[in-house]
Each structure stands twice: as structure tokens, then as C-alpha cells.
């Protein structure tokens, strides 16, 4: 069975901080995608990447990066200098072919003025 | 083009009620899939499905849940005889034929409160 787990429930960081929210997944398939989704407070599913388990290279849009381990099962996001718009709840999930996508529980993170 | 669309935004039922929820996927993406979001708790999946298919519903509740897509008109997820605890944000995605589970388009949920 596939798993997803976001140990950190809520962070809060001042605004332009950096800030980096884990994901650790479990799958036994060789294939498989991971992605970020983002829900702000307006609740819509906003869609920021996706990965394929056989790409390993890290990736930077503006000030999100993504840095993917398969030697860890870890897929982190990082958001440098942090802006108030940033706040909201931040899903890791897995998927892929006949396997449905599986979501974490969410970090729900707080950018302060 | 249009993303995926959800009606109603909100719905409000008594106890015992039906609830249907509609779901438009993009234009052109065969593959639908209904997720439940319980209030402070992420995405559980409840059910995928192709036209005219169910693919997938090993996340249904046994009993009052339905779901159909058929082969016109919107994907619609049933529940009978709601109760309190079906209160919840219900969101649907889609994605387009030949990627199934690859990437998924949401829509904007439907919130359902049962009085």
C-alpha cells in the first residue's frame, strides 16, 4: 500500500524567511509520480509539480524548489523568502498508473508579517 | 478552456436527505476522481472513474455512497439518507485519457453541511 506522511502538522515562519515542509512517501512500485499541491485559505486545489520517480534532478520555479531523494524516499519543498500569499495548507501526494494518488495529511503553514 | 467544474459550491441538507454533486471534467480528460476532505484532515480518496465505468471505488463507504460518469453529462457522486457526519469538502479531478493517476485537475469542491 502507498503511504504519504508530513510529519509537520503547522509552521509558522516570519515573512522572507525560507522555509522547507518534508515528505517522506512509501510505495513498492518502481514507477510512480509525486506531487505539491497548495490549498490556500479559499480552499481550490492549486497544482505546483510533478515528479517522476525516474528524475532525480532537483527543480526551481522563482522561489519554490523541489529537492527529490530516492535513497530516502523524501520529496521536499522549499519556499525562499517566504510572502504572506504563501500561507496556506500544502499537500504532498503519490500516484501514478493504476494506483490511485494518495495524499499526507497537509502542513499548514503560516507566513507572518 | 475551462478547468474542471464543481456545482454546486455549496449544498446544505437536513438529515436523511440526498445530496448529489456534479462534476464537469476539462474538456477532452476521460479519467474523473472524487476525493473527500474532512475538516483539519487531508484528501482520502473515495472513488475513480472512466465513462461509463468505475475503475476504482475501494474508498466508498459501503453503503448510501454512489458515483457514475456516464457517457454524457457530468460525473455525479450520490448520497443517500445523509447524516452530520458526511459533512465535508468534496472535490473532483480529472486528467486527460492515457494518464491515469498522473495528474490531476482539480476543481474548486463542493462543500456539503448537514443540518
Known amino acids: 500500500a502507498q503511504k504519504v506522511t508530513q510529519a509537520q502538522t503547522e509552521i509558522s515562519v516570519v515573512e522572507k524567511e525560507d522555509v522547507t515542509l518534508d515528505c517522506v512517501y512509501e510505495?513498492?512500485?518502481?514507477?510512480?509520480?509525486l506531487f505539491w499541491y497548495k490549498q490556500p485559505p479559499s480552499g481550490e486545489l492549486v497544482f505546483l509539480i510533478r515528479?517522476?520517480?525516474?528524475?532525480?534532478q532537483n527543480e526551481i520555479s522563482g522561489r519554490y524548489s523541489w529537492n527529490f531523494q530516492k535513497s530516502t524516499s523524501s520529496f521536499n519543498f522549499t519556499i525562499t523568502a517566504s510572502q504572506v500569499v504563501d500561507s496556506a495548507v500544502y499537500f504532498c501526494?503519490?500516484?501514478?498508473?493504476?494506483?490511485?494518488?494518495?495524499f499526507g495529511t497537509g502542513t499548514k503553514l503560516q507566513v507572518i508579517p | 478552456n475551462a478547468g474542471v467544474m464543481q456545482n454546486p459550491r455549496h449544498l446544505v441538507r437536513r438529515r436523511g436527505q440526498e445530496a448529489r454533486l456534479r462534476c464537469s471534467p476539462m474538456?477532452?480528460?476521460?479519467?474523473v476522481y472524487w476525493y473527500r476532505q474532512l475538516p483539519e484532515e487531508g484528501l482520502k480518496f473515495m472513488v475513480y472513474?472512466?465513462?461509463?465505468?468505475?475503475?476504482?471505488e475501494s474508498g466508498m463507504p459501503k453503503e448510501r455512497f454512489s458515483a457514475e460518469f456516464p457517457k454524457e453529462g457530468p460525473s455525479i457522486l450520490r448520497i443517500q439518507q445523509v447524516v452530520r457526519g458526511d459533512s465535508a469538502a468534496y472535490f473532483c479531478?480529472?486528467?486527460?485519457?492515457?494518464?491515469?493517476?498522473?495528474?490531476?485537475?482539480f476543481g474548486s469542491g463542493t462543500q456539503l453541511s448537514v443540518l
Open positions: 479531478a480529472s486528467s486527460p485519457p492515457g494518464t491515469a493517476n498522473e495528474k490531476l485537475f
Open positions: 510505495t513498492r512500485d518502481t514507477t510512480y509520480y
Open positions: 515528479r517522476n520517480s525516474f528524475d532525480e
Open positions: 501526494a503519490l500516484g501514478g498508473g493504476y494506483q490511485k494518488v494518495t
Open positions: 474538456k477532452g480528460h476521460s479519467h
Open positions: 472513474l472512466q465513462k461509463e465505468n468505475i475503475i476504482d
